[in-house]
């Protein structure tokens, strides 16, 4: 009888492993690559609010996660965002050495599109670190041309067209700029990017501001600011008041820009970056 119940037991056991509600093969595994654009995509809006040190803790991260699995593409756009990073940070050869890294892993892997992102990038690089107007003429030809590559990434092409109002603007080109700036400016906005459509209307402040135009480039900050308060961005609003001081005091309207530096210096003072706090306040005027 003892038997019988043991047997009986183990083909129960039997079967449950192969009825409908087991586990089942999973095939294609693919969690580590979500854990690594999840620090992608982390890393990429912790450096649009400023906070480059765990910007830089998720970017690693995340290329230490593409390595690991050995994904090209993952690999290629890790590399690319902390070569940002490093650019922003005033560290221009690693920088190069990450886009440089990128754009091999592109040639490897032998796709068009994300080669010609690649090279919008060292581009980038290059016109903000160049004085020849002639060279600077001819990186912004190149990125025009490479964005006829790019087909699927709609971010990619607003990046693009932001390398271009750079271009534009070193070359004293500022209402080209901002015509540039108001391309990468619409994708923003529909793809509710606002983080990079608060910054593409920074970037609208100081082309106006450059030309001369003082009442469009308040304007423009006082829209950025719109922008960062939706999305909570401490460092883009501090950053927005910081500016918008320095435009009111161009155009002499001290009061106005008295107050605008005291509000970018509580911001900053409030995300514990003290430093920058008594910066800002240095310009105030007596």
């Known amino acids: 009888m003892i038997k019988k119940q043991i047997i009986l037991i183990i083909i129960i056991l039997i079967s449950l492993t192969h009825c409908s509600s087991a586990p089942k093969n999973p095939g294609d595994i693919f969690t580590m690559r979500k854990n690594a654009e999840a620090a992608l995509e982390l890393g990429n809006k912790e450096a649009d609010r400023g906070s480059f040190n765990e910007a830089a803790l998720q970017l690693e991260e995340a290329l230490r996660i593409a390595i690991s699995i050995d994904d090209p593409s993952l690999r290629l756009r890790a590399n690319l965002s902390l070569g940002n990073l490093m650019f922003i940070l005033g560290n221009r050869e690693e920088a190069q050495e990450n886009w440089n890294k990128a754009l091999a892993e592109s040639k490897d892997i032998d796709n068009t599109e994300l080669a010609a992102i690649c090279r919008i990038h060292i581009a980038r690089g290059n016109i903000l670190m160049s004085d020849d107007k002639n060279r600077i003429r001819t990186l912004r030809d190149e990125v025009s041309k490479d964005m006829a590559f790019i087909r699927s990434e709609r971010q990619y092409t607003a990046f693009s067209w932001t390398v271009i109002a750079?271009?534009?603007?070193?070359?004293?080109?500022?209402?080209?700029?901002?015509?540039?700036?108001?391309?990468?400016?619409?994708?923003?906005?529909?793809?509710k990017y606002f983080e990079l459509a608060a910054y593409n209307w920074f970037m609208i402040a100081s082309f106006r501001s450059l030309s001369g135009d003082s009442k469009g480039a308040i304007s423009a900050l006082h829209n950025a600011i719109i922008f960062d308060r939706r999305v909570e961005n401490a460092w883009g609003l501090a950053s927005n008041w910081r500016a918008l001081g320095d435009v009111h005091k161009k155009a002499g309207n001290l009061k106005e820009s008295n107050a605008a530096y005291t509000r970018s210096a509580e911001i900053f003072r409030a995300i514990g970056n003290a430093e920058t706090a008594d910066e800002v306040l240095s310009r105030i005027s007596e």
């Not at 750079?166 to 793809?191: P, T």
Request: net charge negative.
């Open 166 to 191: 750079l271009a534009e603007k070193e070359l004293g080109n500022f209402s080209d700029a901002e015509a540039a700036v108001m391309r990468s400016l619409a994708i923003h906005e529909k793809d």
